[in-house]
């Protein structure tokens, strides 16, 4: 089984398998095979252990799995330390970037909770 950054990659198209490790979309797994020059079409098993070097030594100059959620953590912890609506919106565990919240976000927001009406 392909090891590449502490994931093992599923027995699929490369540039499909490649997209399993975090911080590696569609754009990038295909970017690293065309530098490379291995076809997107090859099974991640069927790869050799030279391929599979090349493909780590690619990938080294991307911050990928460990480094990015560190890095992605750190953010948002900054945020949160300097209490900016961004960081009271992440603390709280409500959407961030302007989504409404009165209808959608029960994920979030946990349970409906009705309001009773005025009493007449």
Not at 74 to 101: M, N, S, W
């Amino acid at each position: 089984m392909a090891r590449i950054a502490g994931v093992n990659l599923p027995n699929k198209r490369i540039v499909v398998a490649l997209t399993y490790v975090y911080g590696v979309g569609p754009s990038r797994s295909q970017d690293v095979l065309k530098t490379i020059g291995i076809s997107e079409d090859v099974r991640a098993n069927n790869l050799s252990e030279e391929d599979l070097q090349k493909i780590r030594k690619e990938l080294e100059a991307f911050p990928v799995e460990g480094d990015l959620r560190q890095k992605v953590a750190g953010d948002i912890r900054r945020l949160q330390d300097i209490a900016c609506y961004r960081g009271r919106r992440h603390r709280l565990g409500l959407p961030c970037r302007g989504q409404q919240t009165k209808t959608n976000c029960r994920t979030r927001k946990g349970k409906k909770r009705t309001v009773a009406n005025k009493k007449k």
